[in-house]
C-alpha cells in the first residue's frame, strides 16, 4: 500500500471486531517500523504502553467515556513520552556520528531541554503525534483499522498503567478490524484556509 492510499483510507473507526487479533511478532514488525520516526535531536522521548490485559482494557474502558473500541479492539497503545529523555544518557542517540556532531549536539540537548518544563512537553507531544501517525499508516498497510483517542480520564488512565513522574500521556491508539464501514468523510474545511504563502 503506498502511502496516499493509506492516508486516503484511514479513518478514525468506532466499532472493532473483539474475535480479531494481531500477533505479538506482528505488533513487534509494526513497533519497529514506527519508531523510525523524526524526533528532535533523536531522543526519541515517546514510550509506548501495550495494554494487553483484558481487566485493565476494562478499567481503563470505565474512564474513556465507555467507549466499546478500548475492550474491543485487537491493540491497545497508550501514547506516551518521557519528559526527561533529554537528559537519560543522551550520548546513545548520537553513538556512531562522527565525532564533531557528537561534540556539538550533546551540549546543545542539554541547552536546549534543561529547565524548560514546557520545551519538554511540546517535543513531547511533537514526537507522540508523529509516531501516533506512523503506527496508523502502518496498522492501514496490514488491513487493519485504528483509531486516536484522547476521550479518557487522563489521570486515571495514568494511575492504571503506573505512569512514572515524569512521563506524560499524549493519547490512545486503538488497532483492529472494524466491525462497520466508516461514515462518510464530513466537514474537511477548505484547504485555503489551512494553507497560507508567506505568512498570515
Ligand atoms: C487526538 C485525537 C483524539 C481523538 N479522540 C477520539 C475519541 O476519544 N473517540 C473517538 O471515537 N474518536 C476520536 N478521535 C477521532 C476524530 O474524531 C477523527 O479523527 C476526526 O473526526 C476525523 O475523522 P477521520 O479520522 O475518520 O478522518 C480523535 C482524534 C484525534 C486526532
Avoid at 519508531?35 to 478499567?59: C, D, G, Y
Wanted: contains cysteine; aromatic residues 8%.
Amino acid at each position: 500500500m503506498n502511502v496516499s492510499v493509506a492516508l486516503q483510507e484511514r479513518r478514525a473507526e468506532k466499532m472493532f471486531d473483539p474475535a480479531f487479533s494481531i500477533s505479538d511478532s506482528q505488533v513487534t514488525e509494526l513497533l519497529e517500523k514506527a519508531v523510525l520516526s523524526p524526533t528532535a535531536f533523536n531522543i526519541q522521548n515517546w514510550r509506548i504502553v501495550n495494554v494487553k490485559e483484558p481487566a485493565l482494557r476494562q478499567k481503563i474502558r470505565e474512564v474513556a467515556w465507555n467507549q466499546d473500541k478500548i475492550t474491543d479492539a485487537s491493540l491497545l497503545f497508550v501514547i506516551c513520552a518521557d519528559l526527561n529523555a533529554w537528559a537519560k544518557e543522551p550520548a546513545r542517540y548520537w553513538a556512531g556520528a562522527p565525532q564533531m556532531y557528537q561534540d556539538m549536539l550533546i551540549p546543545a540537548i542539554d541547552a536546549y531541554y534543561r529547565d524548560k518544563p514546557q520545551v519538554q512537553r511540546d517535543e513531547a507531544m511533537r514526537s507522540c503525534g508523529l509516531i501516533a501517525m506512523s503506527i496508523m499508516l502502518l496498522a492501514q498497510e496490514q488491513g487493519w483499522h485504528s483509531c486516536p483517542m484522547d476521550g479518557f480520564d487522563f489521570e486515571a488512565v495514568g494511575k492504571l498503567i503506573n505512569l512514572p513522574e515524569d512521563h506524560v500521556i499524549s493519547m490512545i491508539i486503538t488497532i483492529g478490524k472494524r466491525t462497520q464501514e466508516s461514515f462518510p468523510r464530513i466537514g474537511k474545511i477548505p484547504l485555503d484556509e489551512v494553507v497560507t504563502e508567506n505568512n498570515f
